[in-house]
């Protein structure tokens, strides 16, 4: 019947059949549905009208079988098409588009995006499409499925896409699909036929399919071995498409696509991509220059427990005064002191330790001091001895002692400077040239 339609059967008053136990012999069976394996609505035999017998859906069929021993009148029946109560809240439907495809060669897709690309129907129509496809002379057809989806699966009665091996007619029906799954499919012929049903609420079911001709072995020359009893065309191995049942024509095509893949890129894209490449190498090279010529901050620590007094001698370095000393000794002598009292301030003014065990002060702390260090004659010696002009002289660093002397923070007070103490203070690499027997202590 035609689409949301059901068959009515009836079978008229002249009617009999050879009876037997479950008609085994002469009978009558129907089923529910295209096929021969359908769900069997009954099987009848005998004098008595089987009754009125309705189809569930669109297709209903009808076997009559008689064996050649008994003879009886036979039967008469007739059927109507009925609204299907499954579509009656969607109307009576439409006259339905002419939709047909011819379809040929070694290879080819059938798919349902053809009906709306090539004005079929559109897209809200219901469908009933057929494509034909034809082989090659003595060349047969095997199908694959690339892509398959039913909008409202397990519903034939809405969407299915069936295979047919010869013509369209019911009985060369191969196979049916709706459900979620569906498989591939050998056919014996050299036309195969694909349907597919979908009404308008169904229209977003889609499939598409790999048809490919083939020839069975002995293999010419030609054609290609699949080595499953099928012989392809040559053009089809490594062509990205697995025509045959297993990928024999796929499997050793690496370095090909390889090959293919880089003359692609060369002849189409290589300028592309060198120009490319030397921006990116350009930008990377100025990001570098940038960053390079980029003055950096520099950070230091700052102490917080920072004291002056510790460095107070090293940023500020005192002053010392050189002070006559007043002995029996000639004069020479006292220059020779007085060149390395000059050669250890040098030294102390190059060095970060200052020694202040020791002050050369006023007249009065003077005195008592020397009163407590130096005898008698000594004292008397320095007050008759007057100071001499000094002239720096270059003495050898080789002296192990040298002579301190505390000083006062004025060049003015050097006359009135007196010996207040004399420290010997061990050296590394100094030691008096002169008399040093007579002036160390």
Partial sequence: AAPRQCIELHFDEKYSIEPSWECKFDHIEVRDGPFGFSPIIGRFCGQQNPPMIKSSGRFLWIKFFADGELESIGFSARYNFTPDPDFKDLGILKPLPVCEFEMGGPEGIVESVQIVKEGKASETEAV???????????SKIYLRFLDYEMQNSNECKRNFVAVYDGS?????LKAKFCSTVANDVMLRTGLGVIRMWADEGSRSSRFQMLFTSFQEPPCEANTFFCHSNMCINNTL???GLQNCVYPWDEN???EKRKANLLDQLTNTSGTIIGVTSCIVIILIVISVIVQIKQPRKKFVQRKTDFDQTVFQEVFEPPHYELCTLRG???TADLADVADDFENYHKLRRSSSKCIHDHHCGSQVSSIKGSRSNLSTRDASVLTEIQPQPVKPLIQPMNRRNILVMKHSYSQD???ACEIDEIEEVPTTSHRLSRHDKAVQR
Avoid: F, L
């Fill in 128 to 138: 009933d499409c057929k494509w034909y496809i034809r082989a090659p002379p003595r």
């Fill in 168 to 172: 369209s007619s019911v009985e060369d």
């Fill in 237 to 239: 191995v490594c062509n």
């Fill in 252 to 254: 050793h095509c690496k």
């Fill in 328 to 330: 029996t000794g000639p």
């Fill in 413 to 415: 007070a050097a006359d």
